[in-house]
C-alpha cells in the first residue's frame, strides 16, 4: 500500500468517526429532528469535498456510518464535481476531471 493510500484511508475514517460523533450528539433528539440536524450540521461546516467524499463512500457501502448520517444524507447538500464547477462558470473542463465525475 502506498502512503498516498494510508492517507487516504486515515481521512475516510476520519470522516466516518466525524459523521457518526455528530449522529452520536443527535440520538437524544426526536428521529426527525436528530435527521435534521446532522445533515443541518454538516451543510454547514463540512465543505464540499468533504461532503463529496462522504457521498462517495456512502455510495460505496453503509455498514460503517450511523444510521442516522444515512438518513441525513438524503437532506445533506451533494457537492457538484470540479468538472461541473468548471463548466458552470463558462470554462472547459478538464479532461480529468471529467473523467472523476463520470466514474
Avoid: C, Y
Avoid at 88 to 94: D, N, W
Amino acid at each position: 500500500m502506498s502512503h498516498d493510500e494510508e492517507h487516504i484511508m486515515s481521512t475516510s475514517e476520519k470522516l466516518v468517526r466525524m459523521a457518526n460523533q455528530i449522529a452520536d450528539f443527535f440520538h437524544s433528539k426526536p428521529r426527525e429532528e436528530g435527521i435534521a440536524g446532522v445533515a443541518e450540521h454538516i451543510n454547514k461546516f463540512w465543505e464540499p469535498r468533504m461532503r463529496r467524499q462522504l457521498f462517495e463512500m456512502l455510495e460505496g457501502g453503509t455498514e460503517n456510518f450511523n444510521e442516522l448520517v444515512v438518513a441525513a444524507s438524503a437532506k445533506i447538500k451533494r457537492p457538484i464535481t470540479p468538472a461541473e464547477a468548471d463548466l458552470k462558470l463558462g470554462l472547459e473542463a478538464f479532461p480529468a476531471d471529467v473523467a472523476a465525475s463520470q466514474k
